[in-house]
């Protein structure tokens, strides 16, 4: 991890939620693939860490200063360590469009929201923050989303806030795991990805990487996502302490929802039959 992943990581890190654009006519019709619409609202606690990612500089062997000064920027201009919930409304959304990435063509919809903070989570008072901003949702494809969680910086993995509804998690899983292993060396203990499973089926991904560097531990992420492909859990983790974590609102509802539904069926029939029991038992009175 050389002082040239750090210029990288903070470029990765400004642009990666938010590319200002100009907005214009919506999309009248979306691709199955886009699970979510206008005028949704999306809301995510937020936990930032910023001494886990200290540590990992610290290790890296930069000088007290630096680690501070960075920090300090990162944390406080980029990352508000502050901040206790994001949220966003999508505003706009556009008709499919084609781009190239790395000289091949893939399908993308582009969407624009106002995003929203807050330094108090219960009391939802939200300070605008950013309007119009650019986002986009690319149709799934194999290689392409494996490039995009392997080409995140300090193995973040995949640090997407909305992506395609129609992922294969179990082959994403294996293909990452896969160039992973060939990018370290062919060490599986130095990078890995396995498929994430909640509630009652996969889910998202997770991976582990190590850089070959003795004095450095393991940078660690946790991706999942719901039906409409909105990360539900974000997790990126410096040697098993996070450093940032994002919950989207009614986590559990969207994991559990089939078990909440069953279990609700069940305590209304239960209901029905013990009210029908107490009026047998009335009549025979």
Known sequence: MKKSKILCFVIITSAIFFIPQISYARAEEKPSYVGVDVNDVLI???TIEPGEFEDALEDEGFSDAFVENYSDWLFDDEWDKDVEAWKFVIIDMK?????????????TVPYYLNFYTTEDYAEKDWDREEMNERG?????????????????????????????????????????????????D?????????????????????????FDDEELDDFDSIS???????????????????????????????????????????????????????KKLRKRK
């Open 186 to 210: 062919g060490d599986d203990e130095k990078g890995s990805a396995k498929v994430v499973e909640s509630g009652y089926k996969a889910n998202g991904i997770s991976t582990s990487i190590n």
């Open 136 to 184: 986009s949702i690319a149709k799934y494809d194999k290689d392409l989303y494996t490039e995009i969680a392997m080409n995140r910086p300090f193995g973040m993995g995949l640090y997407y806030s909305i992506v395609a509804n129609n992922i294969n998690w179990e082959k994403l899983a294996k293909e990452l795991d896969e160039e992973l292993d060939d990018e370290y």
């Open 95 to 107: 008709d499919e469009k084609e781009f190239d990435y790395k000289g091949d063509e893939y399908d």
């Open 44 to 46: 995510w606690k937020v």
């Open 224 to 278: 999942q996502y719901n039906d409409d492909g909105v990360c539900i859990y974000y997790e990126w983790s410096y040697d098993d302490d996070p450093i940032i974590i994002l919950e989207l609102e009614m986590k559990t509802l969207y994991e559990y929802w089939h078990v909440i539904l069953a279990g609700t069926i069940i305590g209304i029939i239960a209901v029905v039959m013990v009210v029908i029991v107490i």
